[in-house]
């Protein structure tokens, strides 16, 4: 961890104790996006919006709105397991190799 | 039931102690030999003697995760076990600890397998030792009894868990008078547990992943309640001796004031092992008796004191540390005398004894006062046994 961002954070005598979180919600805050090694990319014309996919995401970052249909992959959570590409009937969902090593 | 003093087993003594602490959860599985104090205990619940919610479970494990979940909302919560029953708790107590949970068990000393054997040595607490939990170890049951109060005050002024240690069978079956508080008075002294947050207190979560940037903090907090706990345990200890008359201080220290040798040791055997001083001294050797009741926090200070300037003192574990020098409590106790000046620091020997329910007699302290006397045998290795059979009979 650097030190510029060591500096922001709580000591041991003022962090939470035993790290209790106190206000609700909280997990949305930790970005989970950065764990990825492959990326879901959505093909909007391809799809069909079943919805297959939404329920099988481990990390509810398949966002479908009351309109009945899907949006675009929430990047700051997915943790780019594939689940949803594995489960769409349809192609509409593919993996690449996300960054790093080409 | 009023102050009185009445025939009971530690067991026993024990029960009515967790009854009159006011629990509002006990949680327990049945094993040998604590498997009398749930037993005792959801008598009372039966009998409508104790408002407690009595959860029967299918294992420690559950037992000890049941105890969690009921104090992190807020409820005083109590278990009893023993041996390998303690080890099927062993990630929780660990949880139990860090989440700081003031959790209250009484543990029943017996020998953690194997081969199997149900009767008494110190194997399964012992490697509790690192788990955060306060711990506290009784000679006899009116220990046992008292010293329950005194580690739940402890546990409740500083956020962690703690256990008591009484010696399977010797003390936890055999009847004894003890000596009781009244209902009131011990109610009194307990007084109600104030937790801070809990999960009934508002949105909370409780145990979530704790990653590096985070948990050397949280490991630190626990450190640092651990050393209030000295104090908090002195002030429980205080205020108990004012309520009782009964004074039970972290070390008890007997005959030891000009004594040139000195045992030191944990729990039932002391009975004996002072019974050993007494005839020793009549002979005119000085020899003394250090008794360890408060385990963790070690009270390695006040050990040091007492065993500064002696010639040798013989430091006997119920256990095997298996590090090939001996027990815990001789590590310990030598870590201890390793801060006082060398020419007032005794020679130590590390002496196993008693495993498995096996028994110690005073002639066995006498052969340890020998072996003291004399330079340590060539033979002896770096810990000797004791009450062993060396030889096959012929």
């Known amino acids: 961890m650097a030190n510029e961002t ?3 954070l709580p000591s041991w005598r003022t962090i939470d104790s035993a790290g209790t979180v106190a206000v609700p919600g909280s997990s949305e805050k930790f970005l989970t ?8 990319v959505w093909k909007a014309e391809a799809c069909r919006h079943c919805a297959l996919c939404v329920p099988a995401c481990p990390d509810s970052s398949i966002p479908f709105g009351a309109d009945q249909r899907r949006g675009g992959f929430d990047l700051d959570h997915c943790k780019g397991c594939g689940v949803c590409a594995a489960v769409c009937p349809f192609g509409a969902i593919s993996m690449i190799p996300e960054g790093g090593l080409k | ?18 009854r009159q602490a006011r629990p509002d959860v006990f949680a327990a599985f049945p094993i040998t030999p604590s498997t009398e104090i749930p037993q005792y205990f959801s008598k009372f619940v039966a009998d409508g003697e104790t408002p407690a919610v009595f959860v029967p479970v299918e294992s420690e494990h559950s037992s000890m995760s049941a105890c969690i979940g009921a104090a992190a909302s807020g409820a005083r919560s109590f278990t009893a076990t023993s041996a390998n029953g303690l080890a099927l708790m062993w990630e929780e107590l660990y949880i139990a600890a860090s989440l700081r949970l003031p959790v209250v068990m009484a543990c029943v000393n ?11 040595d110190h194997s399964d607490s012992m490697g509790a030792r690192d788990s955060g939990w306060i711990q506290l170890y009784s000679e006899n049951a009116q220990e046992a009894y008292d010293q329950f109060f005194i580690a739940l005050k402890t546990a409740e002024s500083v956020g962690l868990p703690a256990m008591t240690c009484q010696d399977g069978f010797i003390t936890s079956h055999a009847v004894e008078p003890v000596e009781l508080l009244e209902d009131g008075k011990a109610a009194g002294y307990c007084g109600t547990w104030k937790p801070g947050r809990t999960l009934l207190s508002g949105p909370v979560s409780m145990g ?10 949280h490991k630190r907090q626990q450190s640092d309640a651990v050393s209030q706990a000295f104090e908090a345990h002195a002030r429980a200890v205080r ?14 220290e007997y005959r030891l004031d000009d004594a040139e040798y000195a045992f030191v040791l944990i729990g039932s055997s002391a009975g004996t092992g002072k019974d050993a001083v007494d005839r020793l001294r009549e002979r005119g050797h000085r020899v003394g008796l250090l008794k360890i009741r408060l385990f963790r926090p070690f009270p390695a200070e006040a050990i040091a004191r007492a065993l500064s300037g002696r010639r040798a003192v013989a430091v006997m574990d119920k256990c095997d540390g298996f590090s090939g020098s001996g027990g815990p409590l001789a590590a310990e106790v030598a870590g201890a005398l390793y801060g006082t000046p060398a020419a007032e620091r005794p020679e130590l020997r590390p002496f196993v004894y008693g495993l498995g329910g096996r028994d110690v007699w005073v002639e066995e302290f006498f052969g340890i006062y020998e ?11 770096r810990v000797e046994y004791r ?8």
């Open chain 1, 6 to 8: 060591r500096k922001f």
């Open chain 2, 208 to 217: 979530p992943y704790d990653g590096a940037e985070f948990y050397m903090e």
């Open chain 2, 239 to 252: 205020e108990y001796g004012a309520l009782s008359g009964r004074l039970l201080d972290p070390v008890e």
């Open chain 1, 33 to 40: 996006g950065d764990w990825r090694t492959e990326r879901p």
């Open chain 2, 1 to 18: 039931m009023s102050g009185r003093t009445a025939l009971l087993s530690g067991n026993e003594a024990t029960a009515i102690a967790m």
């Open chain 2, 371 to 381: 072996s003291l006397r004399n330079p340590w045998a060539a033979d002896a290795g």
């Open chain 2, 110 to 120: 017996r020998a953690l397998s194997g081969p199997i054997n149900i009767n008494n």
């Open chain 2, 387 to 394: 009450g062993v059979r060396e030889e096959a009979p012929v």
